[in-house]
């Protein structure tokens, strides 16, 4: 009697352990009895970049047994360097100066065309797309008109204007001093409101060698000082 009830008492407490494991083991989303630990970036690639700098070019093997082949970056929130896939953008300026036209082709097989430019002082170069108001003047000249869409709403017209920093030339839309110049020649009278304060008279003047005028205030003549002294007349002599 005594074998039957110590048998009886250990099977309660084999059930018993049981039931408690089941109910800590985690379950998945999916119902599931394990949820797979969240793994990070493969050690491969920041052993890759040990005792190297940012930007050196480095090889490591992915996930899948692929050769990738990147350059050694920091992480956005820091650590260890790791061994990173070249960006499209990057790969499109490799050897290119920057302002340098590159292509880039998305997964879709579509052609962006842009330019090389550095996103930050010693960052590497980046294929930009140009922008709608330098899109509307790749085909037009210096001065001439030029239409497009600022926020893909709001049309806007101006003139087609080479920056003096990159040479590339955009889309501006004209200001007052410019508007109250148009149809006009050099050195003409002209007068405009600008934003804040009285109206401004002045003379259109050139911008650069191209064909736009801007209206500008004439400068201020010098102030008059006092009139220079007459020269004393030798009295007359008698006869």
């Given at each position: 009697m005594k074998n039957a009830l110590w048998i009886l008492v250990m099977l309660l407490s084999v059930c018993l352990c049981a039931t408690t494991l089941k109910a800590q083991t985690p379950k998945s989303p999916a119902g599931g009895d394990t949820v797979k630990a969240k793994t990070g970036p493969p050690a491969a690639s920041t052993e890759a970049c040990k005792g190297k700098t940012a930007r050196a070019e480095c090889v490591f093997k992915g996930q899948d047994g692929e050769q990738v082949k990147g350059?050694?970056?920091?992480?956005?929130?820091?650590?260890?360097?790791?061994?990173?896939?070249?960006?499209?953008?990057?790969?499109?300026c490799e050897g290119k100066a920057a302002g340098d036209e590159c292509t880039v082709t998305d997964t879709n097989g579509g052609k962006v065309v842009g330019a090389c430019t550095a996103p930050a002082e010693g960052s590497a170069l980046r294929?930009?797309?140009?922008?709608?108001?330098a899109v509307s003047c790749q085909e037009k000249g210096e001065g001439e008109q030029c239409e497009f869409k600022r926020n893909s709403k709001e049309q806007?017209?101006?003139?087609?204007?080479?920056?003096?920093?990159?040479?590339?030339?955009?889309?501006?839309?004209?200001?007052?001093?410019?508007?109250?110049?148009?149809?006009?020649?050099?050195?003409?009278?002209?007068?405009?409101?600008?934003?804040?304060g009285p109206a401004v008279k002045g003379a259109c003047v050139p911008v650069g060698d191209g064909p736009i005028f801007r209206?500008?205030?004439?400068p201020a003549a010098p102030?008059?000082?006092?009139?220079?002294?007459?020269?004393e007349t030798p009295p007359k002599k008698a006869k």
């Open positions: 350059v050694c970056m920091a992480p956005p929130k820091g650590g260890d360097l790791r061994c990173a896939p070249i960006p499209l953008g990057e790969k499109a294929c930009h797309p140009p922008s709608p108001a806007v017209k101006g003139m087609c204007v080479s920056d003096p920093m990159s040479g590339e030339r955009r889309c501006q839309p004209p200001s007052a001093a410019e508007i109250a110049c148009r149809g006009k020649a050099a050195l003409a009278e002209c007068e405009f409101k600008p934003e804040s209206c500008q205030p004439k102030p008059k000082g006092p009139a220079p002294p007459k020269p």
